[in-house]
């Protein structure tokens, strides 16, 4: 960009469908109250097939565990103390989902790596794991706020 003859550098501030993705799961809080709630985060994110989504207790356990542990990091990356706990909860889930990886990905990061389940929970959360992969592979991470 010129202005009176200077040159002057932008930063790009347009987010990636993966960052988006994650700013929006962190940013639940209390909006993520119940298994009825994570239902239609999943749905709203496209991230279930339409239809009933049986979501057990451990399931909402684990998506919440999840995303404090994801919420901890960026906090943290914001200078905060590190909460050690919820990220060692998170990382267990992670653990446990199963992705793989695609050879052809689309072009959307969220599809570089795959949900390689079939219960619908957790396909949605394999699904924000691929999307936290795809920031941290990009370092994109760290812009997005706690």
């Known amino acids: 960009m010129t202005r009176g003859g200077m040159v002057t550098m932008t930063t790009p501030t347009d987010q990636s469908s993966a960052a988006a993705l994650i700013q929006a799961f962190v940013a639940t809080g209390d909006d993520l109250a119940d298994r009825a709630d994570l239902a239609a985060f999943l749905r709203r994110h496209r991230l279930v097939a339409e239809g009933s989504i049986p979501i057990t207790m451990a399931d909402f356990e684990e998506a919440v565990s999840l995303r404090d542990a994801m919420a901890a990091l960026l906090r943290r990356a914001a200078g905060s103390a590190p909460d050690t706990e919820a990220i060692a909860r998170g990382q267990r889930i992670l ?3 199963r992705v793989t990886v695609r050879l052809e990905p689309a072009e959307d990061p969220l599809e570089l790596l795959a949900p390689a ?8 959360l394999a699904r924000i794991a691929a999307a936290w992969a795809a920031v941290l592979a990009t370092g994109e991470w760290r812009r997005i706020g706690p």
């Open 117 to 124: 389940v079939v219960d619908e929970v957790r396909r949605g």
């Open 95 to 97: 653990d446990g989902l």
